[in-house]
């Protein structure tokens, strides 16, 4: 488990918490759109030590709530110790995933050590592997909505990117993550997609930011699918 990166304070990273934010290097997909392509592809970047990490979350008990933790993949590398010290420290624990890996959210849920798990919509079944840039398995991410839905905090989100995701596509997404789950999940987030500096594909830099605007049109359009829909800019 190599730790790349930490927030030391966000209100944003866990719902309804203080919490810090720490980045886990490697990831199993390879979407053109992702901002975080030296947690991918292997840029050299110092590693912060667990200990240096675990000393930070000590000190600050008394001013954070939780811990996220997110990628890359974090289910790739993320050490099951490492999560039983911090909920020692009385911290809950966010995990962000893509959901190829419901073998492993299913230990560390079953174990507790796991509060809220975050998973990514990448788009509609039929066009997975292509947005993912990777071959994946639809049975694994299946595995895990139908994991996640039974938890009592989670949400979907998806990173709206213009050319991939038109409300007939997300509405497509929607419908398949409600057939899977059996029931109306609880939140989705619609988040907008910004042309960054540092993007996996560089093709995406000439992109455009995705408008609030939009992102409304398609809230609209799927605001029967979700019990909560969250738009981010």
């Known amino acids: 488990m190599k730790i790349k990166g930490l927030i030391k304070t966000t209100l944003i990273d866990y719902p309804g ?43 600050r008990k008394k001013y954070l709530e939780g811990v996220c933790i997110t990628g890359g993949e974090p289910l790739l590398t993320i050490e099951k110790s490492f999560l039983e010290k911090i909920k020692k420290m009385g911290y809950k624990i966010k995990i962000d995933t893509n959901g190829a890996m419901p073998e492993k959210l299913k230990e560390l849920v079953q174990e ?51 050319g991939i995701h038109s409300g007939e596509e997300v509405l497509k997404m929607a419908e398949w993550v409600n057939n899977v789950a059996k029931k109306t999940p609880k939140r989705y987030a619609l988040q ?24 409304e049109k398609i809230k609209e359009v799927i605001n029967d699918s979700f019990e909560d829909i969250e738009i981010r800019v």
């Open 17 to 59: 918490h203080i919490a810090c934010t720490l980045f886990l290097y490697g990831c199993n997909f390879k979407c053109g759109f992702c901002h975080n392509p030296e947690l991918v592809l292997g840029e050299s970047t110092p590693d912060l030590k667990q200990e240096e990490v675990l000393d930070f979350l000590q000190r």
């Open 112 to 162: 507790g050590l796991v509060d809220f798990v975050a998973m990514d919509i990448k788009s509609s079944r039929e066009k997975y592997s292509e947005v993912c840039g990777v071959d994946v398995s639809l049975d694994k991410i299946e595995e895990s909505i139908r994991i996640i839905v039974d938890l009592p905090e989670y949400e979907f989100r998806t990173t709206i990117v213009p």
């Open 192 to 215: 907008g997609f910004k042309v960054e500096e540092k993007i996996l594909n560089p093709e995406f830099k000439n992109k455009k930011n995705t408008q609030e605007e939009e992102l």
